[in-house]
């Protein structure tokens, strides 16, 4: 199916059926959760399996050792080599026009990769992002500010490819850290606007280059609705901590009187508030913060719930310890790495949490990650 599988690092389930690969995963998520596993019910099938990413990060490279300029995912234990991804089955075909386009571009100009140990050349990374529900594409090149060629051909051949969506931003970034890292410094706009909108669960939604958004729209549709039929009936008040541009927090927002919203980027925040109003949605505030600090000061009054999203590692010892200590009526817990979660359990169980259920939403077809969500109640509530 693609020249690259088993070299790419991407996916990891590209040669047995998906039905398959949902057994498979269905097991490895209960091996995660241990002694919680028989609390796992539905395990939801992804919406698409296939052109599903909606964000991209790709490097420059070269094909093989000097080899031609490449533009893709590093190959596995590859410091340059990367596999330009034109039969990959996780990016839509827009995606990969562009990439093309990118490549022949820079292929007949003078300039070379970024050599990550010798620091030399100008070409870095290429960023896709795209609203699955709108067809807005949202791009930005990275390069070292020693870029000789001009870019407004470059933005010309891009405007005018022939592809279903429509570019609606290009960025460039210039990068000379000597780190392998996408950086939110020295940005110009290029072209149209720095963001781009997604369409998801009936609510429109302003996301800007470096704001979390989650991969897989028709996925998060699904992830989404698990978390509100979690929510139950309610209740006064909403904390939805790590809330990235505040999609759970409007997504809820109608049981609720109202959704706090914390987050420690502010562009992300920026973007929630806008969102909020975009949605006509009043009852819901935003605040830039590190969740580790602010937990204990934006309490609310009355009945509660918290929905925790934490980043991979799952909740930050100081978090859990705040968040233990609160007596929310519910904590749903969302998980993108499920074994962290099942770490950080105890600890709210001990504090007087009852673990209600667990779900598991497939967010990444052929990779090995699932979402999983889980519902816990305050006995003393
Ligand atoms: N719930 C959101 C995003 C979750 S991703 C959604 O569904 O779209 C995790 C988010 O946590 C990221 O936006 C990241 O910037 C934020 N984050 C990471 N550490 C944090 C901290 N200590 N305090 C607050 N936010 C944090």
Redo the contacts with the bound molecule.
């Keep these: 199916m693609c020249i690259h599988f088993g070299r790419c690092g991407g996916c990891t389930y590209l040669d047995i059926p998906y039905e398959e690969e949902l057994k498979i995963k269905r097991e490895l998520l209960e091996s995660d959760l241990g002694e919680y596993a028989s609390l796992l019910g539905e395990f939801h099938p992804a919406p698409i399996t296939a052109a599903y990413r909606n964000k991209m990060e790709l490097a420059f490279g070269d094909e093989g050792k000097d080899g031609c300029l490449a533009l893709g995912m590093r190959k596995k234990r590859s410091m340059y080599e990367v596999a330009t991804p034109t039969d990959c089955i996780l990016i839509c075909d827009d995606f990969k026009k562009i990439i093309n386009y990118v490549l022949a571009f820079f292929r007949a100009t003078q300039e070379t990769f970024f050599h990550r140990k010798l620091h030399t050349g100008t070409l870095r990374h290429l960023t896709l992002r795209r609203g699955e529900f709108t067809g807005e594409i949202l791009l930005m090149l990275s390069t070292t500010s020693t870029l000789k060629t001009p870019l407004k051909p470059f933005i010309e051949g891009l405007i005018a490819l022939p592809i279903e969506g429509k570019i609606v931003g290009i960025l460039h970034a210039a990068n000379d850290g000597v780190a392998d890292a996408v950086k939110n410094e020295n940005i110009t706009l290029l072209h149209g606007r720095d963001h781009y909108y997604e369409n998801i669960c009936n609510l429109k939604f302003k996301v800007s280059m470096f704001s979390?958004?989650?991969t897989n729209s028709r996925g998060a549709e699904v992830l989404y609705d698990v978390i509100k039929k979690f929510t139950g009936e309610g209740a006064d008040a909403a904390l939805d901590l790590?809330?990235?541009?505040g999609?759970?927090s409007q997504v809820i927002a109608s049981h609720y009187k109202k959704v706090v919203g914390?987050?420690?980027?502010d562009e992300?925040i920026l973007a929630a508030r806008e969102n909020a109003q975009l949605n006509n949605i009043n009852n819901c505030e935003f605040f830039t913060?590190?969740?580790?600090d602010k937990v204990e000061a934006i309490t609310p009054q009355g009945s509660y719930t918290i929905i925790v999203?934490?980043?991979r590692d799952g909740l930050?010892p100081k978090?859990l310890e705040k968040i233990s200590a609160l007596s929310a009526e519910r904590l749903i817990y969302?998980a993108c790495k499920p074994k962290s979660m099942t770490r950080d359990l105890p600890i709210l169980l001990q504090s007087g949490y009852t673990l209600e259920k667990i779900e598991a939403v497939d967010m990444f077809p052929r990779t090995p990650h699932v979402e999983a969500i889980a519902v816990l109640r305050r006995a003393d509530t």
């Design positions: 979390f958004f989650q790590y809330c990235g541009t999609t759970i914390v987050e420690l980027i992300a913060g590190d969740v580790n999203d934490p980043p930050h978090a969302v």
